[in-house]
């Protein structure tokens, strides 16, 4: 039976991954010469992620609602679904961690054109990462099951 992500156990691999980030943007200096080289492909590939997670959020969110009887979601679907979201929320909090430690590290660094190319793209990233956590956790919401109503004996008719 999987457990209902918890905020406090993202926010804790957002701690670390941040530890992380930051550790590798100081020591990169250190061993290459140069600041540590941060793409603008790792923002666009958030964003990407993030609105893909959206769309299919909200078209869950459709095919999951009681008055849908044609295009309604099958149980396996939303069990995966719901398995993509928790899988989502915690790739995003490590993500969002990551790069806010590296976004820590090079606010603090000296300035340069580089430095202030790095700062952006890293708070860009973070800010994505952020946002597809979020909308993972509605996700799995969304895909959550009701829980059966505890079984009564005395609503059969039976009496003990």
């Avoid at 790739?91 to 590290?105: E, I, M, Q, T």
């Avoid at 190319?117 to 973070?126: E, F, K, L, N």
Wanted: hydrophobic share 55%; charged share 15%; proline share 4%.
């Amino acid at each position: 039976m999987m457990q209902q992500t918890k905020i406090s156990m993202l926010a804790v691999l957002a701690v670390l991954a941040a530890a992380v980030g930051w550790s590798f943007a100081q020591l990169w200096p250190t061993f290459f010469g140069q600041g540590m080289p941060v793409s603008v492909g790792s923002a666009i590939a958030m964003i990407l992620v993030f609105v893909t997670l959206l769309i299919w959020t909200l078209m869950t969110r459709a095919r999951l609602k009681p008055d849908a009887t044609i295009n309604r979601l099958h149980p396996i679907v939303a069990a995966r679904t719901a398995a993509l979201a928790m899988s989502a929320s915690r790739v995003g909090s490590l993500a969002f961690g990551f790069y806010v430690g590296v976004f820590l590290a090079n606010i603090v660094a000296d300035y340069s054109s580089a430095g202030t190319d790095r700062i952006r793209i890293s708070a860009v990233t973070a800010f994505a990462s952020l946002l597809t956590s979020a909308v993972a956790l509605w996700l799995e919401k969304i895909c959550r099951l009701k829980e059966p109503p505890a079984d009564n004996d005395n609503r059969n008719g039976s009496r003990a």
